[in-house]
């Protein structure tokens, strides 16, 4: 089973567009899906997140916002693949 992030994003957000190539470089190789979500067209995701994409999340978790936290993600990576090795 892949691993999922879900990526807030705007459109024309830069930040967002720089956060989004360097997590697929990151992942590249890897059993992982990227989902970006436009939070402009869900007025509870604009309540939520704001000003603060991009938001990156797996798992229900935040792992970064606004840059991205390589060693976070690679965190998360490493415990998905030691969960696969297991089964």
Do not use: K, W
């Amino acid at each position: 089973m892949s691993l999922q992030f879900s990526l807030y994003t705007r459109s024309r957000c830069g930040l967002c567009d720089l956060l989004h190539e360097d997590l697929l470089s990151l992942c590249r190789g890897r059993d992982v899906q990227v989902v970006s979500i436009d939070i402009d067209r869900d007025p509870a995701l604009v309540q939520r997140y704001g000003l603060r994409v991009p938001v990156l999340v797996c798992e229900g978790r935040v792992i970064c916002e606004g840059r991205l936290d390589r060693e976070a993600v690679r965190a998360v990576l490493d415990r998905a693949a030691g969960r696969a090795e297991v089964n």
